[in-house]
């Protein structure tokens, strides 16, 4: 709640002070307020780090703005599995912004990878909801802890580029408990940002700028969020539906007519003035937050780069590993091949766009090392490119090792534009194949926003997956490559084999108007496991230069109540000769129930050192979440009663050992009936058989013997008439009238009996 100050200074204001606060001042600054004295707040772009513009203003990246340091994009960041990286990471864009006297950095951007093609995969974190929630918190916690905000984005639903200011995305109330809204969860309750930022478009018919479910009856009545909810740039559509909403600022500004509109709606009484107050009190709040925050240290740009090389060796994530070819070995004769080899591909394109501060490559990390030569392999334009790739292939002849850099060009993926295809360029391809053919020896390493296909999978050693790797991408890849760093990143999205295989391949990018959330739960792993489709490399694989071993899966307890927590815990042991990172993954697996679940889904998640012969125990808390699903009928968090299966994977379709455990839910959800209930349930209840019996005393050995005399097959006739609603009885009993069922069914729903 904003401080006695601004309670004060709002009873002072008159409607147009107001009403003029509820947007910005220009492209990225608030208003001041010269009563209360205080000023104006900027803001600025992330998440991989900080886009101050103090010129020309633009929201998808194309004017200059002030050098900072690039992190890793999202994608990379994520693979780390390591929130306190993330938070590493977020420390670091909080220090330059708070020397660049930047009061909110927009982001992290937190949307769910619904599909590898949105072109803004690169900027998000994961197909999976908890880890985007974990990794988001840590980031927050890390910009904010040096006293500036965070604004997680964009909420809510916007998971493609293609229309993405003004689709409608159609998400059922399961789904969207369960994939969409999790991740903000967890980032508003733990991580408890300054904003919210909502995004352009529509859901489930409003817009979310506009939609009071999501911005105020979940945000903050039922998560506590107390901040500001500000508009993605240029996504207000109607700004008194929104104030009304839970909108607090819209940006950029100064939106006069807007502003006039609120105005208008406050002074005619359509708006109560408790609204306009509780919006404008809310980002006096945020601007006096950033206003305390006086000092203005100096940026450390060197010890920036270092923390963004860190976080590049951290996330990135080694998928093939055949015959140990890496870590290379200092005297092998190597070539390096590829554009990206010289000049890395790190940074995604539009509004995360930065200008970094210093960029290296490999072939500069690897500058004095006299075994090590390059060709440029292809011209990163779009075609084949003959004399290139011959002149490689013909030095690929003599060289024991061969490192292709590849992956997709700025043109294939980027803010405002999806890809239609999962494929790296042909002329990519072709290289690796070709120059496979004459050395077999050969990683390819990839600077990549998102998935792509391998068709030369089976034909090189080693893949490194470096993603968007920030400005310290060349230095990170040679020290991976070597093996001064083990490898310890994991896959936060699933690598499917084909685009076609993808659950939402048969419609996705190609509705403008309702994109249908059709696949529901079934995103990425919790679609491939379920459907049990081989995948090219699964969520959460990543292999390391150690050897790990996991045993000991113990759990606290055979039995419990959903309001107990299960301790699980586990033995990690390296038995290799190297220090390195080990992942815990914990998926649960109900055993139980015939809904249409996903198969498994992660519930926890520990990465950490081990040094050679080192075994540590690793312990793990699941509490109620764990085992829960959203139940419609409830509107809640419901844990149905049975088996769960807590599974310790190596990724989620390698289960390495399980157990098992009873789950019990302290308040058993009471099923209600009307006479359109399937007979079926109202069977499964004990005290519906009961009183059916008391009602109807002999329609029970009736039905029996109709089942004798005229159908043979008994099964068939129970799941027909299992199926039947309870008001199809009266078409069978004769004597059976429509009050007398009613009177049962009421008997039944009745509590306490
Ligand atoms: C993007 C946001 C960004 C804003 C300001 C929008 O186009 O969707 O992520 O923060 O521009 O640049």
């Not at 479910?213 to 969020?225: K, M, P, Q, V």
């Not at 113990?554 to 301790?567: A, I, K, N, V």
């Amino acid at each position: 709640m904003y401080s006695r100050e601004i309670k004060e200074r709002l009873q002072s204001m008159t409607i147009e002070e107001k009403a003029r606060l509820c947007a910005g001042k220009d492209f990225w600054q608030t208003w001041g307020d010269e009563g209360s004295g205080i000023p104006p707040m900027l803001m600025t772009d992330g998440p991989s780090g900080l886009r101050k513009q103090t010129e020309a203003t633009d929201h998808l990246g194309l004017n200059e703005s002030n050098t900072a340091v690039c992190f890793p994009a999202g994608c990379a960041l994520a693979s780390s599995f390591d929130p306190d990286l993330a938070e590493a990471v977020g420390t670091e864009i909080g220090k330059l912004a708070r020397a660049e006297n930047v009061g909110v950095v927009l982001g992290p951007s937190i949307n769910i990878k619904r599909s590898p093609l949105c072109g803004r995969s690169f900027e998000y974190y994961s197909e999976d909801p908890y880890v985007s929630g974990k990794i988001a918190v840590g980031f927050i916690k890390g910009i904010q802890n040096q006293g500036v905000g965070a604004s997680p984005k964009h909420f809510l639903a916007n998971n493609q580029e293609y229309y993405r200011q003004t689709s409608n995305s159609v998400v059922d109330e399961v789904t969207m408990r369960e994939i969409y809204l999790p991740a903000f969860e967890m980032a508003v309750k733990d991580g408890k940002p300054w904003t919210v930022m909502c995004s352009y478009n529509r859901v489930n018919g409003t817009y979310a700028c506009e939609n009071s479910l999501y911005l105020t009856d979940i945000l903050r009545s039922e998560w506590g969020f107390d901040g500001v909810v500000v508009t993605d740039w240029g996504a207000c559509n109607d700004p008194v539906e929104s104030l009304q909403a839970g909108l607090d600022l819209e940006m950029p500004g100064p939106a006069r007519d807007n502003v006039r509109r609120i105005e208008e709606a406050v002074k005619d009484g359509k708006v109560k003035m408790e609204i306009l107050d509780r919006a404008v009190g809310r980002v006096l709040d945020i601007q006096q937050r950033a206003a305390k925050q006086e000092c203005m240290p100096a940026y450390d740009f060197e010890l920036g780069h270092a923390a963004a090389q860190k976080a590049a060796e951290e996330s990135a994530v080694l998928l093939k590993n055949e015959e140990q070819i890496l870590p290379l070995k200092k005297e092998d004769k190597i070539l390096f091949i590829g554009e990206y080899a010289d000049k890395p591909r790190y940074q995604g394109g539009g509004s995360s766009h930065i200008h970094p501060y210093r960029v290296t490559s490999a072939k500069s990390a690897v500058a004095d090392m006299e075994n090590i030569t390059f060709a440029q392999g292809y011209c990163d334009q779009g075609k084949n490119n003959d004399r290139l790739l011959r002149e490689a292939a013909e030095l690929a002849k003599y060289a024991d090792k061969v490192v292709i850099f590849a992956g997709l060009p700025e043109y294939f993926e980027s803010e405002g534009l999806d890809r239609n295809k999962m494929d790296m360029p042909e002329y990519q391809n072709h290289l690796i194949c070709e120059v496979a053919k004459v050395n077999p020896n050969m990683v390819v390493v990839l600077h990549n926003g998102a998935p792509v296909t391998m068709p030369w999978v089976n034909q090189v050693k080693g893949i490194l997956e470096l993603y968007l790797a920030g400005e310290a991408a060349g230095e990170a890849a040679v020290r991976l490559l070597f093996g001064d760093v083990n490898p310890s990143g994991h896959l936060a999205e699933t690598f499917p084999l084909r685009v076609e295989d993808t659950p939402v391949y048969p419609y996705y990018g190609r509705e403008k108007e309702d994109i249908i959330y059709r696949e529901g739960l079934l995103v990425g792993y919790r679609y491939y496991g379920t459907v049990k489709k081989e995948t090219l490399f699964a969520f959460g694989h990543g292999l390391s230069y150690s050897e790990f071993r996991y045993s000991n899966l113990q759990l606290d307890r055979r039995e419990m109540t959903d309001c107990e927590t299960l301790h699980v815990s586990v033995d990690v042991e390296n038995i290799s000769d190297r220090t390195g990172k080990a992942l815990v993954q914990i998926y649960v697996e109900p055993l139980h129930g015939v809904s249409v679940r996903p198969v498994r889904e992660l519930r926890a998640f520990e990465k950490t050192e081990l040094k050679s012969g080192e075994k540590k125990k690793i312990h793990i808390r699941l509490d109620r979440r764990a085992f829960a699903q959203w139940d419609k009928g409830l509107h809640d968090w419901y844990v149905p009663e049975g088996s769960y299966a807590i599974q310790i994977g190596a990724s989620a379709e390698q289960i390495l050992h399980t157990a098992e455990v009873k789950v019990k839910p302290k308040y058993l959800k009471k099923e209600r009936f009307t006479i359109n209930s399937p007979m079926g349930d109202f069977k499964k209840s004990p005290k519906a058989m009961k009183l059916m019996g008391q009602f109807f005393p002999h329609m029970q050995e009736q039905q029996d013997e109709d089942i004798e005399d005229e159908f043979m097959n008994k099964k068939a006739l129970e799941a027909t008439s299992n199926a039947m609603p309870l008001r199809a009885m009266l078409s069978f009993a004769p004597g059976l009238t429509y009050e007398m069922l009613e009177q049962l069914v009421e008997a039944v729903n009745r509590e306490g009996e």
